[in-house]
């Protein structure tokens, strides 16, 4: 007896000096990093946060340094090993911090701070890893490694120091580079304009040939015809024909003819050349969301949530019960909602983007069926249908086989939800299958955009305005003007349809997001994945069409598919 309370103390004595520690981000340098006012907690009472060090936090070019607040509980100092890992050296120097690399966790609150300088000589984001190691239990040779994510911002000649080099002599070198540049350009100019002399001489004589020639060419065979364009990827466009199928439907993509389209998303009309005015398309993130919420509000009482689906550093989706008044037993649903140390912005985000096609009813469109935003200072809950396999993009990923077929089936399913929502002049702006579900017999449903930067942060990059985008899905007007219109949301199609095509891959995997706009203008553009037929592939391509006219619209896409979809289903 005297053994076992012997044995008792002991392990009551040793939870008392069990080392614990608290680690996390003030909420002003949040604030400053992710434009929300809530602290960012990696370990807190000795709990590791594996989804906030799971989450890469973009650094913006004017933030030059890194503040993480922390402190041993208990009274019990702990010893720690830090380094910090850095993928660029060209462009970042190497990081500064006011800690030594080995030492003790004060047992006070107390802050230290890591210094990120750029070198100027590039524009790119640099990976930063900062490893911290500590004991988080009694065995000081059981180590817990926590690996702290950031991607630092460097822009190309920002606050470049001089470096020992006088300003006289910088000074100097720049006004003799500016006369070797100058002399440049103007020979350069010189030999274009030669060049181009040459061409047009050239083209002229040869003009008279293409024309008598050009009725026996359109006649050779079913070969289809290509005529090079600029402003097509990799300079090709040719005619989709699947086996002569579908004449009288538009089998041909560029023998549609597609209206002027609107170039900007602004309220004021405009009028076409015919003189009729063009559509004004909105973004329902930006509707009135009270209106919205008149028929969707209910009580916190009739949810029940259950476990968690998907978790990010301030989102969650949870499997949960509803309990409608309109059902006589609960049903089971999917709720959006976000942690109680959101902050109001994020609460706000949560319920403008997830009530964004409330009101709304399309067979691929996936409904709200309601919402808890009261009392106001508890976390919102907005409602939908649960889903039987998920979200699409999680169940591409899990190594499911999908066969031309099927492919096609989600892309059509996707474009017939545009159409509805174009027919009611609203834009989407983020088509990717993050942002829809499949159920039973791959019937997909495309969704709201609610917290989809807090779940997929790979798929959103920060250029620098604070503002995280889906980069590698804009159409180049989109990406660099922030316009957008039907056309841009059929090149975000474009993109998901080759997500679907590669069971999920990311798109652009190895361009820097800094350089999409400039790789987009080059005319680089998606390859074609494996087993991917030629048909289906230059479908994509015509949605990555530089000039936005020349795109396919949504209905002449379906038309198209659904003529491959028969061609498949009579020879295969």
Known sequence: MRCWLLLVVIMATLRQVEPSLDLYVDSQDVKQLLGVSSQLWYVHNGTVNKYALGYVVVVPPQVNSLTFCWQALHGKTMPYSLDVHIGNHEALSKPVYNISDRG????????????????????????????????????????????????????????????????????????????????????????????????????????????????????????????????????????????????????????????????????????????????????????????????????????????????????????????????????????????????????????????????????????????????????????????????????????????????????????????????RLLLHKDVATRNCVVDEGLQVRLTDCALARDLYPADYHCLGDNENRPIKWLALESLAHKVFTPASDVWSWGVLLWEVMTLGQQPYAEIDPFEMSAVLRQGVRLAQPINCPDELFKAMTFCWTTAPRERPTVEELIIYLTNFQQHLDRYV
């Open 104 to 423: 003790l966790v004060p047992t006070r609150p107390a802050a230290w701070t890591l210094r990120l300088a750029c070198t100027g000589k590039l524009t790119t984001q640099v990976d930063v890893t900062i490893t911290l190691q500590v004991p988080m239990n009694t065995s000081l040779a059981d180590i817990t490694t926590l690996a702290i994510l950031r991607k630092k911002i460097c822009l190309r000649d920002s606050e470049v120091e001089a470096g020992g080099v006088s300003v006289e002599m910088v000074e100097a070198r720049h006004s003799t580079t500016v006369v070797y540049i100058t002399l440049a350009c103007l020979a350069l100019f010189l030999v274009v304009v030669v060049v181009l002399a040459i061409v047009n001489h050239i083209n002229s004589n040869k003009t008279t040939g293409r024309r008598t020639g050009s009725s026996q060419r359109s006649t050779s065979g079913n070969q289809s015809s290509v005529a090079v364009r600029q402003d097509v990827p990799n300079n090709q466009r040719g005619n989709i024909d699947i086996g002569g199928i579908g004449k009288t439907s538009h089998s041909s993509l560029s023998e549609m003819r597609r209206s002027p389209q609107p170039t900007n998303t602004t309220t004021a009309t405009t009028t076409t050349t015919t003189g009729s005015p063009e559509p004004q398309y909105t973004d329902p993130r930006q509707s009135d969301i009270s209106a919205k919420l008149t028929g969707l509000s209910v009580s916190r009482d009739c949810v029940q949530l259950l476990e968690v689906d998907q978790e990010g550093t301030f989102g969650r989706v949870y499997h949960a019960l509803y309990h409608s008044t309109d059902q006589p037993h609960p049903v089971t649903v999917t709720v959006k909602t976000v942690t109680d140390a959101s902050s109001e912005v994020q609460r706000s985000v949560v319920v403008s983007e997830g009530l964004m096609l409330a009101g709304l009813s399309h067979e691929h469109l996936l409904a709200v069926l309601g919402a808890v935003v009261a009392p106001p200072e508890s976390p919102p809950c907005i409602i939908f249908p649960a889903s039987s396999q998920g979200n699409l993009k999680r169940f591409l990923q899990g190594c499911h086989t999908l066969v031309t077929r099927e492919v096609v089936s989600v892309g059509v399913q996707v474009l017939q939800a545009l159409a509805f929502l174009h027919s």
